[in-house]
């Protein structure tokens, strides 16, 4: 037998009862009602039920019993929807056994019992709900302070709770990504999810984006879904990255409306563009506005027989087909003068040069990729005065006068081979004064100069690590290179190989695959001494030279510029 609230509080439903009622006393007698009553929430009587909240009964327990479907008694749902009871797990701020202490609360509208009747205390018709005593007898509503969020900026568990659609926090209160400045509020809230997708309001990787959604100074879409600064020419397929530290414009692609086209064998002057190339490269640098940057595709072929200058520029000069600048005949001037400004070069050979060096630096940046400067008559590469030099996955071999010469500034040497240079009688491998060496991964082999064959300084300093070092005789390494730290290494000079290296013997060719042509890929690996030594850090180059994965985690590899 079910009991109304009147008999449930001991007021007998005697015939005329409710008409004797004053209005006065029937708002006594709902808030009596209201204290008073616990309401079978199961009910299809007429007019609004007293609902009481899950969290104010069992909890878990009241709504896998009243509402089989929505086994989960959450507090931030308020009591007119299934006595906060919800389909799936609450997040933990929403959970009556934990979580925030001050209630969240959405906004809603009590949802009308589907046979509508009269719960009235008499003929006047009010009805009593506890959020609002003036509704009709016809619809009952209540509206709730809306959910504050306080994980500004993130993604709020809560916000999502309530509604996934809306899963962010901005300026307290949970919105879409659209409605918190886009793709700007994306950016800043994860990297790995720049871009805001308006048809979902989620923040998202840039994959999903446009081909050109990722640009300026992070032009490229990684793989882990953020953008990121370029760090090689080939993530700029339509043009070339600005890869140096010191390039104001680093990690920026460069314009791809600044290019021109340079064939020695065309048709002269020519227009600078691909179907009419320049046929000078020396003339397509001359014409670049200082200060400005250009990209220039220099084809094989013809060899560049020119003194090529770059002057406070910008330039890339990228080659197709092996392009070879050898310099002016007759010119005691290097084949390429870096005056100030960055230069990089992908593709190119600075070779045989009979008067002077390959390249000479006076002040700026030269950067070498997958290029070699070989067969000059003096230093490969030479500097006047302080200049950043670069060398990665490239060489500096067979130059008579010796290999580089550093005169202040930093030289970084990166998956490179600095071999056979120096005719007995002049420089060295590397010649560091007043600078800065860092070394990782490289060969420096077969070289022979006056004095240590390998690597001579004067008030130098910086690493060496996981590289190779073998001159013409043991000892390759000059005494005043202390200061530099050696590790890691396979080295023929005692007093440099340290605890974790390993002691070498001289130059032996028999160990790579074509020195004369500068191929210092090892040959007869399980023989030679160069493997077992080299320890992989965070940071290091994840491939050798040619592209060969190297051993990470600790395991040791090859020192060198292969990992066989």
């Known amino acids: 037998m079910r009991f109304t609230c009147l008999e449930?509080?001991?007021?007998?439903?005697?015939?005329?009862?409710?008409?004797?009622?004053?209005?006065?006393?029937?708002?006594?007698?709902?808030?009596?009602?209201?204290?008073?009553?616990?309401?079978d929430t199961t009910s299809n009587d007429d007019g609004p039920q007293l609902v009481p909240h899950c969290e104010d009964?069992?909890?878990?327990?009241?709504?896998?019993?009243?509402?089989?479907?929505?086994?989960?008694?959450?507090?931030?749902?308020?009591?007119?929807?299934?006595?906060?009871?919800?389909?799936?797990?609450?997040?933990?701020?929403?959970?009556?056994?934990?979580?925030?202490?001050?209630?969240?609360?959405?906004?809603?509208?009590?949802?009308?019992?589907?046979?509508?009747?009269?719960?009235?205390?008499?003929?006047?018709?009010?009805?009593?709900?506890?959020?609002?005593?003036?509704?009709?007898?016809?619809s009952s509503s209540t509206t709730s302070e809306p959910y504050v969020c306080n994980e500004e900026g993130q993604l709020d568990e809560d916000c999502e709770a309530l509604d996934p659609a809306r899963p962010y926090c901005f300026e307290s209160s949970c919105v879409g990504c659209t409605a918190a400045?886009?793709?700007?509020?994306?950016?800043?809230?994860?990297?790995?999810?720049?871009?805001c997708n308006a048809e979902t309001d989620r923040c998202e990787s840039c994959a999903n984006a446009g081909a050109d959604f990722c640009g300026g100074t992070s032009p490229i879409c990684t793989a882990d879904g953020a953008?990121?600064?370029?760090?090689?020419?080939?993530?700029?397929?339509?043009?070339?990255?600005?890869i140096a530290s010191d390039d104001p414009l680093v990690g920026e692609c460069f314009d791809n409306?600044?290019?021109?086209?340079?064939?020695?064998s065309a048709i002269c002057p020519g227009l600078g563009t691909e179907l009419s190339p320049s046929c000078s490269l020396a003339q397509a640098l001359v014409g670049i506005t200082p200060g400005e940057s250009w990209v220039v595709h220099a084809q094989g072929g013809t060899p560049y027989d020119e003194h090529v200058i770059a002057d406070g520029v910008t330039v890339a000069i990228l080659g197709s087909g092996v392009p070879q600048l050898t310099g002016e005949p007759g010119l005691n001037d290097a084949s390429l003068s870096i005056v100030s400004g960055t230069v990089y070069l992908q593709g190119v050979r600075v070779r045989d040069n009979l008067q002077s060096h390959g390249i000479a630096c006076g002040g700026g940046t030269?950067?070498?990729?997958?290029?070699?400067?070989?067969?000059?008559?003096?230093?490969?590469?030479?500097?006047?005065?302080?200049?950043?030099?670069?060398?990665?996955?490239?060489?500096?071999?067979?130059?008579?006068?010796?290999?580089i010469r550093q005169f202040g500034g930093t030289l970084v040497l990166d998956n490179a081979v600095v071999a056979r240079n120096g005719d007995g009688s002049r420089g060295p491998a590397i010649n560091a004064q007043f600078s800065d060496v860092q070394i990782l991964y490289s060969t420096i082999a077969g070289n022979d100069g006056v004095g240590n064959d390998s690597l001579q300084c004067l008030t130098a300093t910086g690493t060496v690590r996981n590289s190779i070092v073998q001159g013409m005789d043991t000892g390759s390494v000059d005494l005043d290179c202390?200061?530099?730290?050696?590790?890691?290494?396979?080295?023929?000079?005692?007093?440099?190989?340290?605890?974790?290296?390993?002691?070498?013997?001289?130059?032996?060719?028999?160990?790579?695959?074509?020195?004369?042509?500068?191929?210092?890929?090892?040959v007869n690996a399980p023989f030679t001494q160069f493997g077992e030594v080299a320890v992989w850090q965070d940071g290091d180059p994840p491939l050798d030279a040619d592209g060969t994965v190297r051993p990470v985690g600790g395991e040791l590899g090859f020192a060198g510029v292969d990992e066989p």
Not at 60 to 70: K, L, N, V
Not at 257 to 264: A, Q
Not at 373 to 382: A, L, M
Not at 502 to 512: E, K, S
Request: glycine share 10%.
């Open 8 to 39: 449930r509080v001991g007021i007998e439903r005697a015939p005329g009862a409710a008409s004797s009622l004053t209005r006065a006393g029937a708002g006594v007698l709902g808030l009596l009602v209201s204290a008073a009553c616990s309401v």
């Open 57 to 138: 009964l069992n909890g878990d327990f009241t709504c896998q019993t009243a509402h089989p479907g929505a086994p989960f008694c959450s507090r931030c749902v308020p009591k007119e929807m299934d006595q906060g009871c919800v389909a799936a797990a609450p997040a933990p701020a929403c959970q009556i056994d934990g979580g925030s202490d001050t209630e969240p609360t959405v906004s809603t509208t009590m949802r009308e019992d589907s046979s509508s009747g009269d719960t009235s205390t008499g003929e006047t018709g009010s009805s009593t709900s506890p959020a609002d005593t003036t509704a009709d007898s016809s």
């Open 181 to 195: 400045e886009g793709d700007a509020f994306c950016g800043t809230f994860d990297a790995q999810v720049p871009f």
């Open 227 to 242: 953008c990121s600064p370029c760090t090689d020419h080939a993530e700029c397929p339509d043009s070339a990255c600005h």
């Open 257 to 264: 409306s600044n290019v021109i086209w340079v064939d020695r």
């Open 366 to 403: 030269l950067w070498m990729d997958q290029s070699e400067v070989r067969g000059n008559d003096e230093y490969g590469i030479y500097l006047t005065s302080p200049c950043e030099i670069t060398v990665r996955r490239a060489g500096v071999h067979s130059n008579a006068g010796g290999g």
């Open 482 to 522: 202390f200061v530099l730290d050696f590790s890691t290494n396979a080295i023929d000079t005692p007093s440099f190989v340290g605890a974790d290296g390993v002691a070498v013997d001289a130059y032996d060719p028999q160990w790579f695959a074509d020195p004369e042509e500068g191929d210092f890929r090892i």
